[in-house]
């Protein structure tokens, strides 16, 4: 454990941490078997009070956002095929629930807490979900942003697909690409800015002159339009993304505002960061405009032995067996076909790549006599996940999260939960505190009723709820005033420039 440090590191009041709580419609996110906690109330998952209470809980503590996982399918591969006996005995995100269904009512409670919301591009049409993300949009006032995932459960594929298997893992960022251009021409390109027009003396409420066809004809989709909505308050709301494979890594350099990264050490983390930020500038993109949060779990104490005691006692609370569910489903590999003592090499999967390097290979900063068993994945992911995990006293916790964004160059975290709502709350009342008091995070959010776009960017610049200029879907919006004629030979040369398309 980092012991705590006396140097303050002042950050620039414009680039704040971003701090997003990171939770699941499910009794055991990352932490599979502590719904047993008596203090844990993750099994009200199902119901509307336990998200207003967090929604108001996050809010008092100035978070940016709450970030919402989703899966189609149970993690059936452990000890399979098709086995869910560990999933649903340890409740290892099983079961779930849809994520947006609570968001409105959550939105209802706040004013300022924004909504990253993970949707899959095999879960349902384009046509469809746009509707749904731009109602959120609507009802949030600008609060949402778009968790991008391709899917890796071949759970989901079986129900979702037919029967069929979940395609190639490159073949679906082919197809999440075009699910993603017709959702930027649906909201951007389908509605002039100055459509809407509400007035009782032409009595004209939508100007069709202002609507025009988007005619998308791809491989994937066929998809005429226009959006069925009208423009949104963020026009397009934040688009993020989490994949680590060179594919996924692609996928977000050229289109994620924010990139939900992930690694054991901020050595590590670091170069993929560096990673992403040169792939993005040589698709034009500024580095600048891509926000990178890291996972991680926090267990505080009064004192650092406080702390520990807190995390054996969690431990001890924690299935392994679910722990191994998590692991099989989030690589596609039964890690129940390899002995305790046995080390996992040399392993490909179809499921999620980045997950696999990150838990088989040496990486920076790893011991080197280290050695990834099957013992040591299990107890590793027991608590907290697919994350790093900090333990100690407010003080302790906060040296070590300057100690990642000084090394890695981060810019905010992604908390997530042992015991819920009470990890949330500590980390309101005792962690962000520290960190306030270092300035590393703001003291309020800038103004009442900011966007989830403004959260990330700030609110200064001609249009802060808008895509940073640079974004490959920036031009495709239909401005008011401009003509249709001008904006399809403007949508040809983006079409061209960023969307291969001639």
Request: some cysteine.
């Amino acid at each position: 454990m980092t012991q705590p440090q006396t140097k303050q590191r002042k950050l620039n009041r414009k680039s704040p941490l971003i701090i997003n709580a990171f939770d699941m419609g499910c009794p055991g996110l990352q932490n599979p078997g502590l719904w047993k906690h008596p203090n844990d109330k993750s099994r009200n998952y199902n119901t509307i009070e336990y998200w207003t209470n967090l929604a108001k809980t996050l809010e008092r503590g100035k978070f940016n956002a709450l970030f919402i996982a989703d899966v189609m399918g149970g993690y059936d591969v452990f000890n399979g095929p098709q086995n869910l006996t560990a999933a649903a005995k340890s409740g290892a995100q099983w079961p779930i629930n849809e994520p947006s269904a609570v968001v409105s009512a959550m939105a209802a409670v706040t004013k300022n807490l924004s909504f990253a919301i993970t949707f899959s591009t095999i879960s349902e049409a384009p046509y469809h979900f746009a509707r749904r993300l731009a109602t959120l949009d609507h009802l949030t006032n600008g609060r949402v942003g778009w968790n991008v995932v391709s899917s890796y459960l071949d759970s989901a594929a079986r129900n979702l697909l037919n029967g069929a298997d979940l395609p190639p893992h490159d073949e679906r960022y082919v197809r999440a690409e075009e699910y993603l251009e017709v959702i930027y021409d649906l909201f951007l390109s389908s509605w002039s800015d100055d459509a809407i027009k509400v007035d009782p003396k032409t009595g004209v409420f939508a100007d069709a002159e202002r609507i025009r066809l988007i005619n998308h004809d791809g491989k994937h989709f066929k998809v005429p339009g226009p959006s069925i909505t009208e423009p949104t308050p963020q026009r397009l709301p934040v688009i993020l993304q989490a994949g680590a494979s060179k594919s996924g890594v692609e996928f977000a350099a050229k289109n994620a505002e924010a990139v939900f990264v992930n690694d054991t050490s901020p050595e590590g983390l670091k170069g993929k960061i560096d990673n992403i930020k040169e792939i993005a500038a040589k698709n034009g993109r500024n580095p600048d405009d891509i926000k990178f949060v890291q996972l991680v779990t926090v267990i505080l104490g009064d004192t650092h032995e406080a702390a520990i005691e807190k995390f054996k006692e969690y431990k001890d609370l924690s299935d392994l067996d679910g722990a191994q569910a998590l692991f099989s489903g989030w690589t596609g590999i039964d890690i129940g076909q390899y002995e305790w003592d046995q080390e996992l090499q040399h392993v490909e999967s179809n499921a999620i790549r980045g997950f696999i390097e990150k838990w088989t290979k040496r990486l920076p900063g790893d011991l080197e006599n280290l050695r990834k068993t099957r013992e040591y994945l299990a107890n590793k992911i027991s608590i907290g996940g697919s994350g790093v995990v900090f333990v100690g006293t407010p003080s302790e916790v906060a040296d070590e999260i300057e100690r990642w964004v000084d090394v890695s160059g981060l810019n905010g975290f992604n908390f997530t939960y042992t015991v819920t709502p009470q990890s949330f709350e500590e980390l309101v009342d005792y962690l962000i505190p520290e960190l306030r008091r270092r300035g590393l995070v703001w003291d309020d959010y800038p103004r009442e009723g900011i966007t989830f776009r403004e959260q990330l960017f700030g609110t200064e610049g001609e249009d802060p709820t808008y895509l940073r200029s640079t974004h490959p879907a920036y031009d495709l919006r239909w401005r008011a005033g401009e003509s249709k004629e001008e904006l399809e030979e403007r949508i040809k040369k983006v079409k061209t420039k960023h969307f291969g398309k001639k």
